[in-house]
Every structure is written in C-alpha cells, then in structure tokens.
C-alpha cells in the first residue's frame, strides 16, 4: 500500500497570501497525483489531477507540481472560499487507492 | 447537468446491514468505473470500494472484504453498496464518485449519505 503524507495539519494564512502545501508518498506514484479540496459541510471537489493540470472550472490561482514522491499544491493568493482542508490522493498503484491525510488551511 | 445522489443511509445497530444506493445523470455511465469513499466524523478520506465499468472487476479496502459487496445496474444508472457485519467503525458518510478506468482520478463525487452504527 502507498501511504501518503501531507504537512503541515494545518497551516495558518491571511488572504491575500500564499499558501504551500505538501504531499509525500512512500513511493513512486509518477504524476498520478491529484488534490481535492474540501470545505466544511460539502463534498470533496477535484482541483488538481495528473499532479499539475487543473480541472475543469478551477481558478488558476490553484497550481501543483512535483513528480515520483514530492508534491506541492500551491495557492497564489488566498480567498475566502479558499480556507478549507485539502487531500491528495494516489492513483497510480491500486488497489488500495490512497488519500493523505490532509491540510487544514485556516485565516491567520 | 452531472449528479451523483446517495441514499440508503441510517442508524443502524452493530452487525446490522444497509443497501446504500448512488443514482448518476448526466454522463455516460458505462464509461465509468464507479466507487465509495467515505468519511468518519472529523477524518479524512477513505476509499472504500469499486467497480470497473463493465462490472468484472470490484475492489475493496480490507477492513470492508468479506462484508460489503458492491454492484451496479447500467439499466438505471445506479451503482449499490450492500453493507452486512456493519461495526461503529464504519460510521462515516459515505460518498459516491466516479473515475475513468484505472489511472485516472476521482473527477465528480456526490453529497454523501451518513451511516451510524450504534446500539
């Protein structure tokens, strides 16, 4: 199983400010990396799949990067819909597919 | 437009079962491969199980094998997940969604439909 770590748990940010999350996995997932993100009372929503390309109708404020085992979800400048926690996930190697365990990030 | 509803959710005692029911419109349904992932109160995100678009391959977290059983009727656009030996661990909501087959993401997900096994 491919376990996936993100850091920090919470991150603490002003809007206007950047925000930069990190996903570790234990191994090798190439770029089959996507980021959702999820706020309070709703369903997960993709943001990011294929470790850097967006999905359809999100903001470009939103990008990621990283390939193999590092990967980064970078927020440019925060909104206010943007305090939310966010998850990436695994889909190169399944069964099972995994989730980190996610970032809270909050207004500082 | 897109949807993906879940229903069939309750309270349930331990070792009871539930029938949770996921109706998709809006795209073609047997392109996809089909899953739940669910979600214990203030956790984070667990996939559960799938089941490939032509329903000859289903996969499940090992917590759930031999006690969930997952299955999908192309005819009305519903995929099911049969829950039986239900135990307060699998208290969560529990999330229908979608992904083209193998590498690919979860691309849309429903509202969710909460379980709660408690005496």
């Known amino acids: 199983e491919i376990v996936m770590t993100q850091s920090p748990a919470t991150l603490s940010v002003s809007p206007g400010e950047r925000a930069t999350l990190s996903c570790r996995a234990s191994?090798?997932?190439?770029?089959?990396l996507a980021w959702y993100q999820q706020r309070p009372g709703q369903a997960p929503r993709l943001l990011i799949y294929g470790a850097s390309t967006r999905a359809t109708g999100i903001a470009a404020r939103f990008s990621g990067s990283g390939s193999g085992t590092e990967f980064t979800l970078t927020i440019s400048s925060l909104q206010s819909e943007d305090f939310a926690i966010y998850y990436c996930q695994q889909y190169n190697n399944w069964p099972p597919l995994t989730f980190g365990g996610g970032t809270k990030v909050e207004i500082k | 437009e897109l949807q993906l509803v879940e229903s069939g959710g309750g309270l349930v005692q331990p070792g009871g079962s539930l029938r949770l029911s996921c109706a998709a419109s809006?795209?073609?349904?047997?392109?996809?491969?089909m899953a739940w992932v669910r979600q214990a109160p203030g956790k984070g995100l667990e996939w559960v199980s799938s089941i490939s678009k032509d329903a000859t391959i289903t996969e499940y977290t090992d917590s759930v094998k031999g006690r969930f059983t997952i299955s999908r009727d192309d005819s009305k656009n519903t995929v099911f997940l049969q829950m039986s030996g239900l135990r307060a661990e699998d208290t969560a909501i529990y999330y229908c969604?979608?992904?083209?087959?193998?590498?690919?993401?979860?691309?849309?997900w429903g509202q969710g439909t909460l379980v709660a096994v408690s005496s």
């Open positions: 809006g795209f073609t349904f047997t392109t996809y491969t």
């Open positions: 969604t979608k992904k083209l087959p193998r590498t690919s993401p979860f691309d849309n």
């Open positions: 191994q090798t997932v190439g770029s089959n």
